[in-house]
Nanobody, 124 residues
Framework: QVQLVESGGGLVQTGGSLRLSCAVS????????MAWFRQPPGKEREFVAM????????DYADSVKGRFTISRDNYKAEMYVQMNDLKPEDTAVYYC?????????????????WGQGTQVTVSS
């Protein structure tokens, strides 16, 4: 069973930066499209960013374009998101997710494996 474990969350001030990591085990990481989603307090889970299996193509939600950068290391079986210029509205639980079919969708039901989430809190 594929396991995903996020790390790197925390409390940061507006304008600050954080780097989240997602370690994947028990799977064929290099074949998965990977994504970050987030769930703000009291809201539904939403797409943040995605990266294809080779790391060549990426896509971002409009709300994070220019501030967040997704990347991956297939040798380490890890995915990352560098989050800069953080805003209070970025406060959420961040989840990494894996898609084994390369659907390239922003919808969560295309992803078969999820991490437990890591909390990011941006203070104003």
């Amino acid at each position: 069973q594929v396991q995903l474990v996020e790390s790197g969350g925390g409390l940061v001030q507006t304008g600050g930066s954080l780097r989240l990591s997602c370690a994947v085990s028990r799977g064929t990481f290099s074949t998965y499209t990977m994504a970050w989603f987030r769930q703000p307090p009291g809201k539904e889970r939403e797409f943040v960013a995605m990266i294809d299996s080779g790391g060549r193509n990426t896509d971002y939600a409009d709300s994070v374009k220019g501030r967040f950068t997704i990347s991956r290391d297939n040798y380490k079986a890890e995915m990352y998101v560098q989050m800069n210029d953080l805003k209070p509205e970025d406060t959420a639980v961040y989840y990494c997710a894996a898609d084994r079919f390369g659907d390239w969708k922003h919808t969560s039901n295309f992803y078969f494996a999820w991490g437990q989430g890591t909390q990011v809190t941006v203070s104003s």
